[in-house]
């Protein structure tokens, strides 16, 4: 076994299709911190992949998410499924350091093999935030698991687009949770396929389906489209029998009816959007070395010596800049 | 008006001083204390304004019993002093009783070892490496039994740091005693028993809060009928504290326990008059003199408030908090163990001028090991030396009146009520554990803690001032556990189930399965299983079975 | 760019006084590192298991029960044979020096007593990881 800091793409691959863990883990890595390695890599494993049902699960922070996630896997493994889990969490704004915790509360899966769990921060990602997921979950794929699910907090744009990008999106939702307002301010209302009221324990679980079952009336989603709303207590694993069971119902009916086809395409679509926004990005600001420039055309601001700099005018003379640049390499 | 002029008059008003004071250098350090609490420089009568001395201080052994429960106090009695002992096999912690009961010790502590704690018997997977280490191993009743050989239960008082397990472990020191002869009712000790605060701070639990909560009614409910001279729970702030919370978390969050299992005690159909004289409390006495003096004051006052306004009490044992005290093992340090013994006096004398009942002081060895005899002797010492040498047991509750400690006092108590207002908004005590916010809570104030103490803000003689280099610095004797503990443990364990009748065992843990089933009172079938020698790990495991087990939020 | 450092933060054995690895868990997040915090009581299993995939940079055990010299072997054979022998191992706990020797001796890093600042351990971290990833020739 070669040390995994000199493995070549191809044997990494090998190692990660064979299921071995530490390679899986740093291929991960690898998707995570946009190593090019990773694109290589991809490039060898693509064909293979598609074969796993992909969830995504978000909802606001408390909902129950990792709980349930954890009881889905345990009913998951109990049909003999494989799993691979994401959690993601959000990077503290301050220090861009993160304290990860969902594994504590999916303690029970921790020691069988067919669970694959990785936490992931939201920020020290490169080229966003679903970029890395969706090629994490596609390291899951490779690595065999037949259920791969990426749960998010439901608090941003870009928790919100990880989400989407699966086959089916599950929101979940608490009493007492603050309002319904609050979910569909966060945008989670549009991406639902399947709604799940948790913490069905608690009081106030009728008020919260009734006021689901308005938003929808309101936006006249014909009935057949509906997305579902289950109503759970995670903590005793009540309900997870019946939502298990619409989940894979919900993901037969929309392959039968090629719905789930169009979907991956959506995804795909998006994503390859997504990495040439990346790269795009990237060749801007660091290949031309539009850094430097802005640092320069920013200098002194800071000291109090520098003159006053129009933002507009800089950023037109940055873009001005990477335009001539770039005709200058297309001539050339 | 200047400060010059001297005169008399002029030096007496609040206002020169205030200028004198103003004028003078102040050493470069921030008045605060270790709860990073602002102090100022000087308290006079208009601080204490509002404080009524009757119906706030009053009177020693009178309501709100700010001065102390008893009216005579110390002059009646000392308080017990009760060192904490247990280690290794039950053997060597029954020779250590021996010996503290030769040397003047007037009660019994029990420690046991983690896996004990955690409900696992010595030969379980997990209890590897851990058997006896932090304290004695109970598997089964021959182990208890082997811990109080020789020691007539109903002579002493036993005090037993247990939680998770503790209906079950006292269940097998009923039965001790009993088979020593003794009954019920002549048996006096406490077991800490108080599983809020394992979620809170200590983190030592087993199954989830609320099936928790109903085995602690359980043994109050018992205790109430059958062994009336027990203290069946310790409301217990001292881990809290130890976990790194302020003073006024201290005491908030552990009389907002108590406060929460009175309130099941009452939902149960307990008169609050039959089991609340029964309560008792576990406090910590931190590194600063007077906000812990202040704190130990403001307990007694707020428990005597609400006892009687909320909870309709009326008794006056009901109403009379009487505690615990032990000495912050957080405070000492591994640098200088010597400056431990210092450190050790003056946290146990804030604990007498605050009016405990009881003291444990720690031993000057204690980050680095369990206590050696000979630590463990001068921590017993500091005690008799502050009983019988220091005159501060002479007069009850010597510092009331000072406007300093009056008015800490009622900062303690507006502090507790702000945070009693806070818990109220989350949903109660158990609500606010499971969303991890009294964690969370402590989190921050030790984090806080530990950034002023390297920020210099916060000292620690030995740690960041006059600190020595010397690699000598820490050698001092130690106590040693080796895997000898271990061994014998596990081959006591495998004669007792070699010899026990497994089909009386199979129906005890029935009689257990079935009774958590149907929700009766516990204690019964414990003591019935205890005699039958199934093991802690066989009890805990059917109700793990049938009451789940918990797993903490994570909280930062 | 500077790959953060991943860091598994847990507490093995029985004991749940977890003021430590909590405080270090906060400080290691404040210096930039994300910190994948394992929680209470695990067994040597589950801590390689979460190590392995979450391929950290380092694992952090906080030990105040006495067990270390069970624990920190146990871990670090675990971690070995699963491939994942770069990891470094280190942490804390009321461990004597003797005992710091003999596990050094086993490949553990560096152990932290009673009265070690945040900092040093920060440091420790930062300079020990960094470190191995120059050796290794990744960035
Ligand atoms: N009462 C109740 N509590 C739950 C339920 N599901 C989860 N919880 C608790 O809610 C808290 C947050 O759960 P977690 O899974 O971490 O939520 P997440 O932030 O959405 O991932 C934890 O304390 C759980 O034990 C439930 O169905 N009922
Ligand atoms: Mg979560």
């Known amino acids: 076994m070669t040390a995994l800091d000199k493995t070549k793409e191809a044997e990494l691959v090998a190692r990660v299709k064979a299921g071995e863990e530490v390679a899986c883990a740093r291929m991960m890595t690898w998707a995570e911190r946009g190593d090019p390695r990773f694109a290589v890599a991809y490039d060898a494993f693509h064909a293979d992949l598609g074969r796993a049902r992909r969830l995504g699960i978000t909802g606001p922070p408390g909902a129950g998410k990792s709980t349930l996630v954890e009881r889905l896997a345990l009913h998951w493994r109990g049909l003999d499924r494989t799993v691979g889990i994401v959690a993601v969490d959000p990077t503290s704004p301050f220090t861009g350091g993160a304290l990860l915790g969902d594994r504590v509360r999916m303690g029970e899966l921790s020691l069988d093999k067919g669970v694959f769990i990785r936490s992931m921060a939201t920020r020290g990602v490169f080229g966003g935030l679903a970029r890395a997921t969706d090629d994490i979950a596609d390291v899951l794929d490779l690595n065999g698991r037949d259920m791969v699910v990426v749960e998010t907090v439901g608090v941003g744009q870009s928790e919100v687009d990880v989400a989407k990008s699966s086959d089916l999106t599950l929101v979940v939702l608490h009493p007492g949770g603050g309002d319904t307002i609050q979910a569909m301010k966060a945008g989670l209302m549009e991406v639902a396929d399947i709604y799940v009221v948790n913490k069905a324990d608690r009081p106030g679980v009728d008020r919260l389906v009734q006021q689901l079952t308005d938003i929808l009336d309101v936006r006249d989603i014909p009935l057949q489209d509906r997305p579902p709303i289950l109503t759970t207590v995670a903590t005793e694993g009540t309900g997870i029998v019946e939502l298990a069971g619409q989940i894979d119902a919900s993901l037969a009916e929309r392959e039968a009816d090629g719905r789930l086809a169009g979907r991956r395409g959506e995804n795909l679509r998006r994503r390859i959007r997504r990495i040439v926004d990346g790269r795009l990005r990237q060749d801007v600001w660091e290949l031309a070395g539009l850094s430097e420039r802005l640092d320069q055309g920013t200098a002194g601001l800071e000291s109090g010596t520098g003159a006053s700099v129009s933002a507009y005018g800089l950023a037109e003379e940055i873009l001005s800049d990477y335009r001539e640049r770039r005709h200058g390499e297309t001539q050339a | 008006m200047s400060i010059m002029d001297g005169t008399a008059t002029e030096n007496s008003s609040f206002e020169s001083w205030k200028k004198a004071y103003d004028s003078a250098a102040q050493r470069d350090v921030s008045f605060e204390t270790v709860s990073s609490e602002p102090v100022e420089a000087l308290r006079t009568a208009d601080d204490i304004e509002g404080t009524d001395p009757d119906a706030d201080i009053g009177l020693p052994g009178q309501f709100p019993y700010t001065r102390g429960p008893y009216a005579s106090m110390y002059r009646t009695r000392l308080w017990t002093m009760r060192q904490f002992a247990g280690f290794g096999t039950a053997e060597d912690t029954n020779q250590r009783y021996k010996y503290l009961l030769e040397h003047g010790q007037t009660g019994l502590s029990v420690a046991f070892d983690l896996p004990t704690l955690m409900g696992y018997d010595c030969d379980h997977p997990r209890a590897l490496g851990e058997v006896g280490k932090c304290g004695v191993a109970i598997s089964s009743l021959a182990d208890m039994e082997t811990l109080f050989d020789g020691i007539p239960l109903k002579d002493v008082t036993t005090s037993m740091t247990i939680n998770s397990p503790a209906a079950i472990i006292w269940a097998m020191y009923l039965v001790t005693a009993k088979k020593q002869g003794a009954r019920l009712d002549e048996l006096g000790g406490t077991t800490q028993n108080d599983i809020l605060k394992e979620y809170i701070a200590q983190k030592e639990f087993i199954f989830p809060p609320a099936p928790s909560m109903k085995l602690v009614v359980d043994t109050i409910e018992f205790a109430s009928k059958e062994v009336p001279k027990w203290h069946p729970v310790s409301f217990s702030g001292y881990h809290i504290r130890e976990a790194g919370s302020t003073a006024a978390q201290e005491l908030a969050f552990t009389l907002a326990d108590a406060f929460a299992y009175t309130e099941a005690c009452i939902e149960r159909g307990l008169d609050v008059d039959t089991f609340a004289k029964r309560h008792s409390f576990f406090f910590n006495s931190h590194v600063d003199f007077f906000e812990e003096i202040a704190k130990f004051r403001a307990a007694r006052r707020i428990y005597a408030r609400r006892m009687r306004d909320k909870y309709g009490a009326k008794n006056p044992r009901s109403l009379m908090l009487r505690f615990h005290t032990q000495t912050a093992g957080c405070s000492l340090t591994a640098q200088q163990p010597l400056n431990n013994i210092v450190r050790t006096a003056w946290q146990a004398l804030a604990g007498v001028l605050g009016g405990t009942q009881s003291l444990h002081t720690n031993s000057m060895d204690e980050t680095l090991s369990l206590p050696t005899e000979n630590a463990a002797k001068v921590a017993l010492r500091t005690q008799q030396l502050i009983a019988h040498e220091s005159g501060v047991a002479n007069t009850i509750d010597p510092l009331a009146g000072s406007y300093f400690v009056e008015d800490l006092t009622n900062r303690m108590e507006t502090a507790a009520n702000e945070i009693f207002d806070q818990i109220d908004e989350l949903g109660g005590v158990v609500e606010a554990i499971e969303k991890g916010w009294f964690q969370r809570e402590i989190g921050k104030a030790a984090y806080h803690f530990q950034r002023e103490l390297e920020a210099g803000r916060q000292t620690i003689v030995g740690v960041n001032k006059y600190v020595e280099n010397s690699e000598d610095d820490t050698k001092i004797e130690t106590l040693y556990i080796g895997p000898e503990a271990e061994r014998q443990a596990l081959a006591r364990h495998k004669a007792v189930k070699a010899a026990r009748d497994e089909s009386a065992v199979a129906a005890a843990l029935k009689r257990i399965r079935d009774d958590s089933r149907s929700g009766v009172n516990m204690m019964p079938a414990f003591m019935h299983a205890s005699e039958t020698y199934a093991t802690l790990g066989e009890m805990v495991d059917v109700l793990r079975e049938e009451l789940g087990t918990y797993r903490e939020p994570p909280s930062f | ?139």
Request: proline content about 5%.
């Open chain 3, 1 to 139: 760019m500077e790959q953060p450092i991943r860091v598994l933060i847990a507490k093995p054995g029985l004991d749940g006084h977890d003021r430590g690895a909590k405080v270090v868990a906060a400080a290691m997040r404040d210096a930039g590192m994300e910190v994948i915090y394992g929680g209470l009581h695990q067994t040597p299993e589950i801590i390689a298991e979460m190590a392995v995939q979450e391929d950290v940079d380092a694992v952090g055990l906080s030990i105040l029960s006495g067990a270390h010299m069970t624990l920190f072997p146990e871990v670090k054979k675990l971690l070995d044979a699963a491939g994942a022998d770069h990891v470094l191992l280190t942490g804390g706990g009321i461990i004597p020096p003797d005992d710091i020797d003999a596990l050094q001796a086993k490949g553990v890093g560096r152990l932290f007593g009673p009265g070690s600042t945040l900092v040093e351990l920060v440091e420790y971290v930062q300079a020990e990881v960094g470190r191995r990833r120059a050796a290794a020739g990744s960035a």
